[in-house]
Each structure stands twice: as structure tokens, then as C-alpha cells.
């Protein structure tokens, strides 16, 4: 994990200026720099505080009256929430759009020192039934202006977005013909066009955003498409995998294995979208895991034991490899749950599972730096190891902040303020 932790030489300061030496101060961490995520959609309810589930959302998310509780769970151990843009839900009626529901979501979770990251901006899958209907052009325009539109209304509070969703299946998707309008630009305009489209629209509505590709497909198929993009000069500044383990876990080489493979074009990795199960695995020759939908899919002890296993396996072989920047995973409670599988971290009634104190135990535990008592030298120098991330020193009454960012030895300065 050297890659993830520093250790700083820190001189801490007084109100003056003048080192504090031989003095008592306390050090503990207050966030990690590393993407720690999980979808948000269990708490949109809640940030509008509103009592009913939205109805025929295609969001998915818990009951609103766990709500409270959830957010309780959710906000203790992760600290990047993913919120869902599928255009079919957001803009249901041309001219429509839910934004400010999302929005009071969004700085609902900004509000409580989260980042915010939309998911997607474009994708041939749950979109609009109204956009089959017009041409190719206009389908093209409505893409850019839907783009330019929710980038700029959520610029600030949401700055990281999935771009664009899935191309490597795009033009060739035969699900939903109703609604492909999608698949009809990508197919008409080619993959890298669409991508272009996407990534220059969002780009210059928020020159500042995080712009991510994003897709399931991580065959060689992928790769060639990300080489293609990047010689074709678009600008992305991560790529996104997805890792829905519903089959079962892919065990670490293979998750070595496949992020190699990508880590090779020089760019960050996030892991956009990670689930275990905790009761009954697919069957192997599913392969599109939304044709697998049964009456009841519970969670068992069994199931439960193996995925907090997985979990910390999965995540520390994430964390291992240095261009890994994010994880977020797909889901807190098996409440709304997508396909309805036992993928949460929390059961359906509220209470945790194995996986979630699993979890928490290495996000918060092992890599984390608890109030930790240490006594500085007559320079007013002390040393400190921990992960990258936020931290707050004490002394004499007073405290102040300061940030590790850089992996290795470092130093830095940190003054107190006046108490």
C-alpha cells in the first residue's frame, strides 16, 4: 500500500509563528483521498424529504422510511456517492427534466464532505421512450443538449461524470428497440464519434470535470476502443470498469490480470460499478446478467460469510494496484437492489451484514489513523504515518487541518490557529 500512504514530518506551529516545541498534540484522519464510493440512490428520497418512492422509478433505491438509518450506515464508511441520471427516469417528458430533485440529492451528499458523480450522461439503455421517434440529427442534438444541460445545472456540485455508458455493446444492442435511439446515433455515427460527441459537450460545459468511459465488455474489445479513442485525440480522464460479480468473484489474478491490461494507456482506474452476492450465484451461462430475474432472491449465512470474505479480498487487490483511484460499490442495502440480488452490504430489513463490518474494519480501521497522542521534538517536528487523505491536529486548545496527497516522505507545516 505504499502507494496510498505517507509518512510526513510534520512542524507544527503556534499562533506566532514560532515552532511548538516539547508539546503534547493529537493526530487523527477525518477522510481519505481515495474514492471510497457507493450508489446514492437509497437517500434521494430522503435529501427531498419525501415519504413515497417515486413512482415507476427506474432508479431503484430503498424505502424511504429507512432512510434515516441508511444514510447513518452509508455516510459512516463511504464518502463518494454515485447518483443516477438514466435519462428515461430523469426526463421522462421532453423539456422535463428532474433537476432539482437531483440536485438537492446531490448537495445533500456535497453538504456532508462527499464527492458527487453522475451516471451517465449518455447511454442506449434506459432512455427515453420519447427519443426513437426523431431523426438521427435530432436525436444527435437532443443527445449534446441533454449533455450541456445537466453538466452545467449540476457544475460545482457534481463534477464527475460517467460520459458515456457501455459503447463497446452500443451500436449493435438489441435490447429495448423501443428506445433505441441511442444505439441508432452510435450505429449511423460510428463508436469514437459518439464518444467524441459526449466528451466535448461535457467538457465545455465544465472544462473542471472528471470525464469517465465506462463500460461492462473488459475484453480485448475495450481495449481497442480506448486505443482508438485516445489516437483519435479525445481527452478522457479515467476509464471506468465494471465488475458485477453476480457469477462469482473473479479471485485475484484475474482482477490483477484485467487491470493490467488497462493500467497500460497511462490513465486512472475506477472500478465504477462492484458487486458480490450473498446468497445464490447466477448460473455460468447467463450472459447478460439482466435476463436472470427470478421471484425471490434471498440472502443467506452461507452467502453472507463468503461475500465478506470476497469483499476484503476484492478490495485489497484493488488497493494494490497503483492505478486504481476509486471503487464504488453498486449498492448499500438488498432493499430496491438491482435485478433484485442479495448484492448489499445491509439487509433488506436494516440491518448489516457481515460484509459491511468486513468493509468498515479496512476503510476505517486498518487504513485508517485513529486519535493518535504523540509528543513533538524541540524543532516542534513529529512524525506521522497514514493513508492519503484529510487529518486534524490538536494542541493547547486550538486545531487545525492539514492534508497527506503525496505517497513517500513528505513534510509539512501546520499552524494553529489562536485559541
Given at each position: 500500500?505504499?502507494?496510498?500512504?505517507?509518512?510526513?514530518?510534520?512542524?507544527?506551529?503556534?499562533?506566532?509563528?514560532?515552532?511548538?516545541?516539547?508539546?503534547?498534540?493529537?493526530?487523527?484522519?477525518?477522510?481519505?483521498?481515495?474514492?471510497?464510493?457507493?450508489?446514492?440512490?437509497?437517500?434521494?428520497?430522503?435529501?427531498?424529504?419525501?415519504?413515497?418512492?417515486?413512482?415507476?422509478?427506474?432508479?431503484?433505491?430503498?424505502?424511504?422510511?429507512?432512510?434515516?438509518?441508511?444514510?447513518?450506515?452509508?455516510?459512516?464508511?463511504?464518502?463518494?456517492?454515485?447518483l443516477?441520471?438514466?435519462?428515461?427516469?430523469?426526463?421522462?417528458?421532453?423539456?422535463?427534466?428532474?433537476?432539482?430533485?437531483?440536485?438537492?440529492?446531490?448537495?445533500?451528499?456535497?453538504?456532508r464532505?462527499?464527492?458527487?458523480?453522475?451516471?451517465p450522461?449518455?447511454?442506449?439503455?434506459?432512455?427515453?421512450?420519447?427519443?426513437?421517434?426523431?431523426?438521427?440529427?435530432?436525436?444527435?442534438?437532443?443527445?449534446?443538449?441533454?449533455?450541456?444541460?445537466?453538466?452545467?445545472d449540476?457544475?460545482?456540485?457534481?463534477?464527475?461524470?460517467?460520459?458515456?455508458?457501455?459503447?463497446?455493446?452500443?451500436?449493435?444492442?438489441?435490447?429495448?428497440?423501443?428506445?433505441?435511439?441511442?444505439?441508432?446515433?452510435?450505429?449511423?455515427?460510428?463508436?469514437?464519434?459518439?464518444?467524441?460527441?459526449?466528451?466535448?459537450?461535457?467538457?465545455?460545459?465544465?472544462?473542471?470535470?472528471?470525464?469517465?468511459?465506462?463500460?461492462?465488455?473488459?475484453?480485448?474489445?475495450?481495449?481497442?476502443?480506448?486505443?482508438?479513442?485516445?489516437?483519435?485525440?479525445?481527452?478522457?480522464?479515467?476509464l471506468?470498469?465494471?465488475?458485477?460479480?453476480h457469477?462469482?468473484?473473479?479471485?485475484?489474478?484475474?482482477?490483477?490480470?484485467?487491470?493490467?491490461?488497462?493500467?497500460?494507456?497511462?490513465?486512472?482506474?475506477?472500478?465504477?460499478?462492484?458487486?458480490?452476492?450473498?446468497?445464490?450465484?447466477?448460473?455460468p451461462?447467463?450472459?447478460?446478467?439482466?435476463?436472470?430475474?427470478?421471484?425471490?432472491?434471498?440472502?443467506t449465512p452461507?452467502?453472507?460469510?463468503?461475500?465478506?470474505?470476497?469483499?476484503?479480498?476484492?478490495?485489497?487487490?484493488?488497493?494494490?494496484?497503483?492505478?486504481?483511484?476509486?471503487?464504488?460499490?453498486?449498492?448499500?442495502?438488498?432493499?430496491?437492489?438491482?435485478?433484485?440480488?442479495?448484492?448489499?452490504?445491509?439487509?433488506?430489513?436494516?440491518?448489516?451484514?457481515?460484509s459491511?463490518?468486513?468493509?468498515?474494519?479496512?476503510?476505517?480501521?486498518?487504513?485508517?489513523?485513529?486519535?493518535?497522542?504523540?509528543?513533538?521534538?524541540?524543532?516542534?517536528r513529529?512524525?506521522?504515518?497514514?493513508f492519503?487523505?484529510?487529518?486534524?491536529?490538536?494542541?493547547?486548545?486550538?486545531?487545525?487541518?492539514?492534508?497527506?496527497?503525496?505517497?513517500?516522505?513528505?513534510?509539512?507545516?501546520?499552524?494553529?490557529?489562536?485559541?
Amino acid at each position: 500500500m505504499a502507494h496510498h500512504t505517507a509518512d510526513a514530518t510534520l512542524t507544527v506551529l503556534g499562533p506566532d509563528g514560532l515552532p511548538l516545541a516539547d508539546h503534547e498534540v493529537t493526530v487523527e484522519q477525518t477522510g481519505h483521498r481515495f474514492g471510497f464510493g457507493n450508489i446514492g440512490f437509497d437517500l434521494i428520497a430522503l435529501a427531498n424529504a419525501e415519504t413515497d418512492a417515486a413512482p415507476e422509478s427506474p432508479f431503484g433505491g430503498a424505502a424511504p422510511a429507512q432512510g434515516d438509518h441508511l444514510a447513518e450506515l452509508w455516510l459512516d464508511l463511504f464518502n463518494t456517492a454515485t447518483l443516477p441520471f438514466y435519462w428515461a427516469g430523469f426526463e421522462p417528458e421532453p423539456g422535463r427534466p428532474d433537476t432539482q430533485r437531483l440536485l438537492r440529492a446531490a448537495r445533500w451528499f456535497a453538504d456532508r464532505g462527499c464527492a458527487v458523480k453522475g451516471h451517465p450522461l449518455v447511454w442506449h439503455t434506459l432512455a427515453p421512450d420519447w427519443l426513437p421517434e426523431l431523426s438521427t440529427d435530432e436525436v444527435e442534438a437532443a443527445v449534446r443538449a441533454r449533455i450541456r444541460r445537466e453538466v452545467t445545472d449540476f457544475r460545482g456540485v457534481v463534477d464527475v461524470w460517467d460520459a458515456i455508458n457501455e459503447v463497446v455493446i452500443m451500436p449493435v444492442f438489441v435490447n429495448e428497440e423501443h428506445r433505441n435511439g441511442i444505439t441508432r446515433l452510435c450505429w449511423e455515427r460510428g463508436r469514437i464519434a459518439t464518444i467524441r460527441l459526449a466528451f466535448e459537450e461535457a467538457r465545455a460545459a465544465n472544462p473542471s470535470a472528471t470525464l469517465l468511459l465506462n463500460d461492462f465488455n473488459l475484453s480485448s474489445a475495450y481495449e481497442c476502443l480506448v486505443e482508438g479513442v485516445l489516437e483519435a485525440g479525445i481527452q478522457v480522464d479515467a476509464l471506468g470498469l465494471q465488475s458485477h460479480m453476480h457469477q462469482g468473484y473473479w479471485g485475484e489474478e484475474r482482477t490483477l490480470e484485467t487491470l493490467e491490461r488497462f493500467a497500460r494507456f497511462g490513465l486512472p482506474i475506477h472500478l465504477t460499478e462492484s458487486t458480490l452476492l450473498s446468497g445464490q450465484l447466477m448460473p455460468p451461462e447467463i450472459v447478460d446478467l439482466n435476463d436472470y430475474q427470478i421471484p425471490s432472491w434471498p440472502s443467506t449465512p452461507d452467502g453472507e460469510a463468503r461475500q465478506a470474505e470476497e469483499i476484503v479480498r476484492h478490495y485489497r487487490t484493488l488497493l494494490s494496484h497503483p492505478s486504481v483511484e476509486a471503487i464504488t460499490y453498486w449498492g448499500l442495502s438488498d432493499d430496491g437492489s438491482w435485478l433484485g440480488a442479495p448484492v448489499g452490504l445491509v439487509r433488506s430489513d436494516g440491518t448489516t451484514k457481515p460484509s459491511y463490518d468486513a468493509l468498515r474494519a479496512l476503510v476505517k480501521g486498518e487504513w485508517w489513523l485513529p486519535e493518535t497522542t504523540l509528543r513533538t521534538d524541540a524543532a516542534g517536528r513529529v512524525r506521522v504515518r497514514g493513508f492519503l487523505g484529510d487529518y486534524r491536529l490538536r494542541a493547547r486548545g486550538a486545531e487545525a487541518g492539514f492534508a497527506l496527497t503525496a505517497a513517500g516522505e513528505v513534510t509539512t507545516e501546520v499552524t494553529l490557529p489562536a485559541s
